[in-house]
């Protein structure tokens, strides 16, 4: 079993939908990366958190460390946000990312 | 001004030969990874570098040679390539902030490699 599990692996969405990505972990952390990457293939950092919430523009994200989980939230869901999100974590102690599989998101018109 | 970079961004090549690819970042972070991402589209740490030491070397072949000159530049040698090493693999950099902790990581382009 992954230390980092996402889900749903697949999730397909008609344009303007509200979307959740969930990620779960099983390790003490130090902080937790959300990651979009596109078709072509590079990678962003959307969200780096540690406790909470955060907001840029329609994505958030949140946070809850007693439970070791974490939900990425899409509003008002567009084509253009057909991508890969990946969620990391940064294990306490340690200086490296340990990453999801990834959710492939499809958002269509 | 690209962030980070990467050259090439494509490279194929037969098996056996030994190759190099080159990241560099104009952020003036003092870390660097390099991390592979295989045809799963799962990604793993390869190694990382700060202030121009090794800190992370994960279990990678030794065909595998990370190298930095500076704290500009991450550049990785593969020895003897194999068909197992075609992936994509990413440079990424951050800084460290007060307390030694880790802020974001930015990501260079990626680099396809296909061995034959």
């Known amino acids: 079993k992954n230390e980092v599990e996402q889900s749903p692996q697949n999730l397909t969405a008609q344009e303007g939908e509200f979307i959740t990505i969930n990620c779960s972990y099983s390790?003490?952390?130090?902080?937790l990366h959300w990651l979009q990457q596109h078709p072509g293939g590079g990678i962003v950092s959307l969200f780096m958190?540690?406790?909470g919430k955060k907001k840029h523009g329609r994505l958030i994200a949140t946070i809850n460390i007693q439970e070791k989980h974490s939900s990425l939230h899409i509003t008002a869901s567009h084509p253009r946000d057909s991508a890969v999100y990946i969620c990391?974590?940064?294990?306490?102690?340690?200086?490296?990312?340990?990453f999801g599989t990834g959710t492939r998101l499809q958002v269509f018109p | 001004d690209t962030a980070v970079s990467q050259t090439p961004k494509y490279l194929v090549t037969q098996m056996g030969n030994d190759k190099s690819i080159k990241c560099e970042q104009n952020?003036?972070?003092?870390?660097m990874y390099w991390y592979k991402q295989d045809s799963k589209k799962f990604l793993k740490i390869m190694f990382s570098?700060?202030?121009?030491?090794?800190?992370i070397n994960e279990t990678v072949p030794n065909r595998f040679s990370p190298k930095s000159p500076d704290k500009a530049h991450l550049n990785l040698h593969i020895n003897s390539l194999e068909l197992g090493d075609s992936a994509v693999y990413f440079c990424?950099?951050?800084?460290?902030?007060?307390?030694?902790?880790?802020?974001?990581?930015?990501f260079g382009p990626g680099t396809r490699l296909t061995v034959l």
């Open positions: 990424a950099s951050s800084s460290r902030g007060s307390g030694g902790s880790y802020n974001e990581q930015f």
């Open positions: 390790v003490g952390i130090s902080a």
């Open positions: 958190l540690s406790s």
């Open positions: 990391a974590v940064r294990k306490r102690g340690a200086d490296k990312l340990i």
């Open positions: 952020l003036g972070h003092d870390t």
């Open positions: 570098y700060n202030n121009k030491e090794l800190i």
